[in-house]
């Protein structure tokens, strides 16, 4: 039980990441999630079979990306929440790097009074792929932000 609740603080962190302004620092914090997230998976006994399944986060795109890819990458998920419409996929490159991906915005919906959206996101860089799907609501100031997971709302 509580691997999987750090497993799911760790899932919204790297959402967090993903909508994160500071694109030079990103790589770095994630760099640190995987290795803080391996170590307590590890130290929890969990063995290498949960643990491995972190491996997906250091062999990742995002790992791979550089800031300006993050920040080209960020751009077009900020845009693509503030304006696309569901099921319209926003597609992002960087020719000097050749990573590229796609955001697409799958279901709009209400949340706490907020505007919420699951988007999917598929991203490539160095010969790595990776797809993921996230819930973002809107906040008052205006930015994205990864809900809590329902399981730590009391």
Known sequence: MLCSRLFL???AAHARLLVSQNATESPLKMRMLN???????????TGTA????VTFMRNS?????????LDLMRTTLRE??????????????????????????LKSYQRDGMACRVVEIF???????GR???DFCKQ?????KAPAPASSKR
Do not use: I, Y
């Not at 949960?50 to 399944?53: D, E, Q, T």
């Not at 991203?123 to 792929?129: D, I, K, L, T």
């Not at 008052?140 to 994205?144: K, L, Q, V, Y």
């Open 9 to 11: 603080h760790a899932t």
């Open 35 to 45: 290795v803080l997230l391996s170590v307590v998976l590890f130290a929890l006994g």
């Open 50 to 53: 949960l643990a491995s399944n």
């Open 61 to 69: 795109p995002l790992a791979k990306m550089t800031a300006e890819d």
């Open 80 to 105: 693509t929440l503030d304006r696309a419409a569901d099921d319209a996929p926003k597609r992002w490159e960087n020719p000097k790097t050749g990573a590229s991906g796609v955001v697409t915005p």
């Open 123 to 129: 991203n490539e860089a160095q010969g790595f792929s």
């Open 132 to 134: 993921t799907r996230h």
């Open 140 to 144: 008052p100031d205006g930015t994205w």
